[in-house]
């Protein structure tokens, strides 16, 4: 009633054709307060009309309107007053973005189904402990971008850690074979791993990526524990300082019960630190490889005495049997078996020893002669390395599902990973969701250009 007395009041005055009036919403007036017109006392003579007057008192009205709480204004036919909307919240709670893409439990031992996409932090000191290598290069790359390092909680990483929880360490070591199309996150479910059995105080043996041993091999030599095989001293050398930094705690507590004889000056006495092994070989890199042969033998022989829990843990699996790029000096083939490094890493992943678990992924990311879109443990290990394998528990790591893709894209607006003005609309989301289909690894190179 106020707005059509006001319209008309200008209508008459202007002799001008009435135009619609806006869209507005005046809350109806409480009994407590008195009406905002009011009757005005007559203008003294030569002073402003009486119309004059109640106009001024509209213009202020209307100006005040615009300062009322927006609850109780309607600026827009499709906007609902905020009281509504917090009587809707009340009735159904929801979770806030940090909620949905966070969680504040840390400790893999105790993640569950509940926390199925959420990310969980590990703390930078742990990470230079825990994984010295092994982190794929990318997400090395967002953990210095983000100045935090946060893994998924996702359910092949779950299943795998329901099982290791009810191993009985008793009987042989359990194969855990992940696998999944490329980009899917085999690795960093891997990760995740390694991460829940060094916090169980377990000693880990990782190799990072076990294709890097079968190709592009600098300084191969001879080895002088064989001659039908060949060291890879770089290499060797390179994990023992990896593998050091990761089970430090663990070298100086475990003895060698073999003596090793290095050359015609130094060996190292049966009861010995294995930590003076792995001196060993970094400090003369020409034994490198005959370290890592001492360290994988005095481990799989001292975990089945229960000394300590084993996790062998290797990153493309089926770089193990198949063909090399390396060659002789007459040009003619490597086969892997011929590598000191392979022939005893081949030896870890026997199920003929307890007190652990070996947990491995096969992939067709750096696998040489293999089809791009193979991805089954078959087709990448090949008839020799499935056999070999059997019998295992496979575990399919697959893409993300709505869940997931919802809490990754939120983790990544969190962190103003997501710069583009659509990344936040629906619109934004369905596309990224098209052109990723919800890929762990393709999304994150999309979003790394927005």
């Known amino acids: ?130 994984f010295p290598h092994g982190l794929p290069p990318r997400f090395v790359m967002q953990v210095k971008t983000f100045n935090e390092a946060c893994l998924m909680v996702r359910k092949p990483a779950l299943e795998l850690l329901h099982y290791l929880k009810n191993t009985n360490f008793a009987h042989p070591a359990v194969r855990y074979v992940l696998y999944g199309e490329k980009g899917t996150g085999k690795t960093l479910s891997l990760c995740h791993i390694i991460h829940f059995c060094a916090k169980q105080d377990w000693l880990i043996l990782h190799i990072p990526d076990a294709h890097l041993w079968v190709k592009n091999c600098r300084d191969l030599l001879q080895s002088t524990y064989n001659k039908h095989r060949f060291d890879q001293p770089l290499e060797a050398s390179v994990w023992l300082k990896n593998f050091k930094t990761a089970n430090e705690r663990f070298l100086s507590q475990i003895k060698v019960q073999d003596k090793y004889v ?53 990153d493309g699996v089926n770089a193990l049997w198949g063909r090399t790029t390396l060659k002789r000096e007459d040009k003619s083939p490597i086969a892997p078996e011929e590598l000191a490094l392979i022939y005893n890493l081949r030896k870890m992943v026997k199920n003929d020893w307890q007190g652990g678990a070996i947990v491995l992924t096969v992939s067709q990311t750096g696998s040489l002669f293999k089809p791009r879109k193979a991805y089954l443990p078959q087709e990448l290990l ?69």
């Not at 890592?292 to 033998?297: E, P, R, T």
């Not at 934004?428 to 098209?434: A, D, P, Q, T, V």
């Open 1 to 130: 009633m106020l707005q059509s007395f006001l319209h008309k009041t200008q209508t008459n005055l202007s002799g001008a054709q009435p135009t619609p009036p806006p869209l507005a919403y005046f809350p109806a007036p409480s009994p407590s307060r008195s009406p905002p017109v009011r009757d005005t006392p007559a203008p003294p003579p030569g002073g402003t009309s009486r119309t004059g007057i109640m106009l001024k008192g509209m213009t202020r009205l209307v100006s005040r309107v615009h300062k009322l709480d927006p609850g109780r204004f309607l600026h827009s036919g499709t906007q609902a007053p905020q009281c509504l909307v917090a009587h809707l919240d009340n009735q159904v709670p929801t979770e806030s973005p940090r909620a949905i893409s966070r969680t504040l439990e840390n400790d893999p031992a105790k993640h569950g189904e509940q926390h199925v996409g959420q990310h969980y932090n590990i703390s930078i000191q742990e990470l230079k402990t825990v």
């Open 262 to 314: 290095w050359n015609k000056r130094e060996s190292t006495e049966k009861g010995s630190p294995l930590a003076e092994v792995v001196e060993q070989g970094i400090m003369r890199v020409r034994n490198a490889t005959d370290a890592v042969g001492i360290v994988l033998k005095e481990l799989k022989r001292q975990s089945s005495l229960g000394i300590f829990r084993l996790l062998v843990a290797v």
């Open 382 to 450: 090949g008839k020799e390395g499935f056999d070999t394998l059997d019998p295992f528990i496979p575990i399919l790591v697959s893409n993300y599902n709505p869940k997931e893709f919802e809490a990754c894209i939120q983790y990544y607006l969190e962190n103003n990973w997501l710069q583009h003005e659509k990344a936040h609309t629906e619109e934004g989301k369905k596309e990224l969701l098209f052109l990723s289909n919800r890929n762990p690894g393709l999304l994150e190179r999309l979003c790394a250009y927005l």
